[in-house]
Nanobody, 126 residues
Framework: QLQLVESGAELVQSGGSLRLSCAGSGFTLEDYHIAWFRQAPGKEREGIFCISPQGATAVDVDAVKDRFSISRDKAKNAVYLQMNSLQPEDTAVYYC???????????????????WGQGTQVTVSS
């Protein structure tokens, strides 16, 4: 059974940093497109960063403004989202998702992803 589990979220002060982890079980993450999404209260879910098996990435520049980065750890079967200079507007539930595709460029469209983690709450205080 394919599963994704996010971890690493916590309450952090404005300006702080967090690293979210997305761990896979039942499949090899490096073979999939992996994306990070977030959903703030009252807002639609938005895609913020993704990475393909070839290492190509796509990012919502307006959302992250060069503060976030994505990386893979093949040995741990995990994908990370490093978040720096966090602001209260980054408060949201963060999800990772996986997509099996032959496309080189990953997508930030959540409808293209078939496997989802349960989400993890990031809260940034002012």
């Amino acid at each position: 059974q394919l599963q994704l589990v996010e971890s690493g979220a916590e309450l952090v002060q404005s300006g702080g940093s967090l690293r979210l982890s997305c761990a896979g079980s039942g499949f090899t993450l490096e073979d999939y497109h992996i994306a990070w999404f977030r959903q703030a209260p009252g807002k639609e879910r938005e895609g913020i960063f993704c990475i393909s098996p070839q290492g190509a990435t796509a990012v919502d520049v307006d959302a992250v403004k060069d503060r976030f980065s994505i990386s893979r750890d093949k040995a741990k079967n995990a994908v990370y989202l490093q978040m720096n200079s966090l602001q209260p507007e980054d408060t949201a539930v963060y999800y990772c998702a996986a997509r099996a595709t032959n496309q080189v460029v990953c997508s930030l469209n959540d409808r293209r992803y078939s496997h989802w983690g349960q989400g993890t709450q990031v809260t940034v205080s002012s």
